[in-house]
């Protein structure tokens, strides 16, 4: 229904900044609008919401997909979740408990609850879900990560299933909150296969909508499931348009045809002040920062990595390009509603430090090295280019390259070699533990790679100390424990021997109608469709 729209959209962007005051007019009037009543002091609301978004999702499959979850949770659910509070919940399980050992996790299911297709769920399709993500003969995407934590999914009945680990495993609720635990119908997986979750027809889910059409990179549309065991939710369809031009998702929102969509941080001073407009922000699991190439011919060394910390001013990069959209300074590793999260403060620029380090180190005339910039990431380049200005000033030499996404994601890629095929000193990224917890926001990043290769550990960092902490974190039950020990790791990480100069902790930013009401989201950028409704 929206091909002749979105290229309407793309079309209308191209017109150039003049053109957008222009919509911008029309779009506040549209916006603004007196809103029909069905009655005196009753409101109306519209059955469609039109969302925006920068991207299609690759798999409808949470077991395969590694876009994003904005959407998959609107079709699918799983044993436990992030509220919106950002609160462990239970979502199709109704409580749980753990063993005496910690190895062994009994999940009891609420009972009645039915998937799209009218099939009842029960344990059977639990199992299914978790034989499938446990394959190592046939994995999917995420199976190396689930068989670290899991060994084993056992029915007990058809409404009590038990998770084994293969010892106790601290942060196990939390790594049942990511999207590869989104329970699947055991019969979708035999009848599809691989093929599940790449049509609208393959994806059968128990979550408050269901998929009623999917045209790819152009739209996809859910239709309310009435049946959905949290309640029917208030908006009967959601139609979501793929617009991965941002002037055209903008355009688009102004001119009201459509209700809300993802905006980059750099849209915001343009947005908040335009009638008609609500800016939504949340907090994320999210950062910014460059990485270290520690497999490089200086940066290899820890000195001449602090030296590279002490030099930058953090705080006027925060000023001068993330201020105007309220974020803030990193202060540790992770973001602040990552738990086991510790503030060690802004990292303080000391040139005098900075000089004393490289001199210590044999390079008192200073270095040089090259800095890969993917420009994606929201203001990577400006970031980098004062990050430079800065290094230059304790006579560190540092180049800028930006690199398109297929570099990019190939640079990325497994090396059997430290260093092989990656020339820059350091490269720009983005930072998230996507189980809001230290154990995937910090061992999977930066422990010595085990396997030899560099997997998640782009940049080579490999600290025995590190890895014997988070190795310890990971099993240690008790919290306050556990907090030291990340406590201690991230001192390491962040200070003593750093990994990354990180930079700015994300916001989700959304923009919208003002009609639009009741929109909520997790750290996981999750969207919750309980309150979510727009006025006419």
């Not at 998929?211 to 152009?218: K, V």
């Not at 930072?431 to 809001?436: D, F, I, L, N, R």
Request: glycine content about 8%; hydrophobic content about 35%; overall charge negative.
């Amino acid at each position: 229904m929206k091909k002749n729209k979105l290229l309407a959209f793309v079309l209308a962007a191209a017109l150039g900044a003049s053109m957008l005051a222009a919509c911008g007019s029309s779009g506040s009037s549209t916006a603004a609008g007196d809103g029909a009543s069905t009655a005196a002091g009753e409101t109306a609301y519209k059955d469609t919401i039109t969302i925006a978004t920068g991207s299609d999702q690759n798999y409808m499959d949470g077991q395969m997909n590694n876009t994003n979850d904005d959407y998959l949770r609107a079709c699918y659910s799983q044993l436990v979740r992030r509220s919106a509070d950002n609160e462990l919940v239970g979502d199709l399980a109704e409580s749980w408990e753990v063993s005496e050992d910690g190895c062994t996790w009994t999940f009891h299911l609420k009972k009645g609850v039915k998937f799209h297709s009218g099939k009842e769920l029960t344990s059977a399709d639990v199992k299914a879900s978790y034989d499938r993500l446990l394959d190592t003969e046939n994995p999917v995407r995420y199976s190396s990560l689930a068989t670290g934590y899991i060994s084993e999914c056992k029915v007990v009945d058809d409404y009590t299933v038990q998770l084994i680990t293969p010892s106790p495993i601290a942060p196990f609720l939390a790594n049942l909150t990511h999207r590869s635990n989104l329970i699947l119908n055991a019969d979708y997986i035999e009848k599809y296969g691989a093929d599940l979750g790449l049509t609208a027809e393959s994806v059968d889910g128990t979550g408050p909508y269901k998929l009623a059409s999917w045209d790819r990179e152009q739209e996809m549309v859910l239709e309310r499931f009435d049946d959905y065991f949290g309640g029917a939710v208030p908006t009967k369809t959601i139609d979501i348009l793929i617009v991965s031009d941002a002037n055209a998702r903008q355009v688009a929102l102004e001119t009201g045809e459509v209700d809300m969509t993802t905006v980059a941080s750099s849209e915001v001073p343009t947005l908040k002040d335009k009638e008609g407009i609500k800016i939504w922000s949340f907090g994320s699991i999210g950062a910014h920062g460059l990485q270290f190439n520690c497999a490089h011919e200086y940066l290899s060394d820890t000195r001449l990595r602090q030296a590279v910390s002490y030099a930058i001013d953090r705080q006027a990069i925060i000023d001068a390009l993330y201020s105007d959209v309220g974020e803030v300074a990193c202060t540790a590793p992770v973001n602040p509603l990552v738990w086991g999260y510790h503030d060690f403060g802004v990292i303080e620029q000391d040139q005098d430090k900075a000089r004393e380090l490289m001199a210590e180190a044999g390079y008192p005339d200073g270095f040089e090295f090259s800095i890969m910039v993917y420009t994606n990431y929201n203001k990577s380049l400006e970031t980098c280019e004062m990050i430079v200005s800065d290094l230059a000033e304790v006579g560190i030499t540092a180049t800028i390259e930006t690199v398109d996404n297929a570099t990019f994601n190939s640079s990325m890629g497994s090396r059997s070699t430290p260093g092989e095929d990656f020339p820059w000193g350091m490269f720009f990224m983005g930072y998230g533990a996507g189980t809001a917890d230290c154990d995937e926001g910090l061992r999977r990043i930066w422990e010595t790679s085990p396997d030899g290769n560099n997997n998640n550990n782009y940049g080579w960092y490999s600290n025995a100390e590190v890895d014997e902490l988070l190795n310890a974190a990971a099993s240690e039950m008790d919290e306050e424990a556990r907090l030291e020990l990340y406590k201690q790791a991230q001192q390491i990480l962040y200070i003593d021997d750093p990994a990354a100069v990180w930079t700015n902790d994300r916001l989700t930013i959304w923009a919208s109608s003002d009609k639009l009401e009741g929109l909520k989201l997790n750290v996981n950028k999750v969207i919750f469709w309980d309150e979510l409704r727009c006025a006419e």
